[in-house]
């Protein structure tokens, strides 16, 4: 069974510092088949980098997007106060197509 | 872009409900659809997936049998029919839209909760 795993559960961080954020597949993923989203309380998720490293439109570019074959990070350079959300990895194009990993909270010290 | 879902509810166990996602600022007959679940508090979890016409539908193991993903385009409308509801499928409910079928969703609607509970 394909699963993602996301560590650590939680990252409690203060404004301006670096956040990184792990996901580790149990197979070989296609790097052309690795998301992240962040989600914030009461709101749909919201799509940031596609592909492992491409930024959707509209996301700042403190957000990177590194990795390959089962280990994949999401690097946050600088927090903004905005980018304290859960933030979620996804395997799609596949069967099934959507695979999301369990998550990664980034709480304010 | 627009996703805006009705339909969520509270239902007792072994109910049905039906949940709707309508599309607007895109041409809706071009994109498959899918519908994500989240339990309270939990992560994310895909539930279903259709393609444009409707012909090619797929589903989680823990819906299948169960749920029915099917669209009006017509009516630029995505449904999820859900019976036999177990207290296991309370969660927000969403649909969202890839740009190709093969892409991440881009896209979501508001969310619709969903409770099952006597």
């Known amino acids: 069974e394909f699963v993602l795993t996301q560590s650590p559960g939680t990252l409690s961080l203060s404004p301006g510092d670096r956040a990184t954020l792990s996901c580790g597949a149990t197979?070989?993923?296609?790097?052309?088949?690795l998301a992240w989203y962040q989600q914030k309380p009461g709101q749909a998720p919201r799509l940031l980098i596609y592909g492992t490293s491409n930024r959707v439109s509209g996301t700042p570019d403190r957000f990177i997007g590194s990795g390959s074959g089962t280990d994949f990070t999401l690097t946050i350079s600088r927090l903004e106060p905005e980018d304290f959300a859960v933030y979620y990895c996804q395997h799609y194009g596949s069967s099934p197509p959507l695979i999301f990993g369990g998550g990664t909270r980034v709480e304010i010290k | 872009v627009r996703l805006v879902q009705s339909g969520g509810g509270l239902i007792q166990p072994g109910g049905s409900l039906r949940l709707s996602c309508e599309a607007s600022g895109f041409t809706f007959t071009n994109h498959w659809m899918h519908w994500v679940r989240q339990s309270p508090g939990k992560g994310l979890e895909w539930v279903s997936r259709i393609n444009t016409d409707g012909t090619d539908t797929i589903y989680a193991d823990s819906v299948k049998g169960r749920f029915t993903i099917s669209r009006d385009n017509a009516k630029n409308t995505l449904y999820l029919q859900m019976n036999s509801l177990r207290v296991e499928d309370t969660a927000v409910y969403f649909c969202a839209r890839p740009w190709q079928w093969f892409d991440p969703p881009d896209y979501w609607g508001q969310g619709a909760p969903v409770t099952v509970s006597s």
């Open positions: 197979q070989s993923v296609d790097n052309r088949q």
